[in-house]
Structures are given as structure tokens and as C-alpha cells.
């Protein structure tokens, strides 16, 4: 992991094509802003955890449902 130290204003380049700007400090809460290409998902971190836990349980699911199907045709 790189750790770098920015101040409000300041920006991080990702790539060509990914900037990450430290928009306002306050206290310990730190507002970034992200200006990506629309080909690059970003999510925070709690959500995409969410997405990927939803994701992984309709997949179980629908593996499930495919088994009892194919249980109840044979």
C-alpha cells in the first residue's frame, strides 16, 4: 500500500486517467474527489462490500434453484 500525505487542494494521480483530489479536511472526516472515466466503477468501500455480499447470495441462490430443477426433470 502507498501512503502519501496530501493537503486540502492537493491531487493524486492513478493512471492516466484517474485523479483523486483531497477536497476539505475537518477534524478527522477527510471529503476526496474522485474524477475518473465512466469505465471505472467506484464505490465506497461499505458498499461495495454490500454489493458483492448481495452478488455472491443471488448466485448461491441461483445455483440452488438450478439443482431442484434439474433434480425435479430427471
Do not use: C, F
Amino acid at each position: 500500500m502507498l501512503i502519501v500525505t496530501r493537503r486540502a487542494g492537493e491531487k493524486v494521480m492513478l493512471g492516466d486517467d484517474v485523479v483523486v483530489a483531497v477536497m476539505e479536511i475537518v477534524g478527522s472526516t477527510v471529503r476526496i474527489g474522485i474524477d475518473a472515466p465512466r469505465s471505472v466503477p467506484v464505490y465506497r468501500e461499505e458498499i461495495w462490500h454490500a454489493v458483492k455480499e448481495e452478488n455472491e447470495a443471488a448466485a448461491q441462490a441461483d445455483t440452488g434453484a438450478m439443482q431442484d430443477a434439474a433434480n425435479r426433470s430427471g
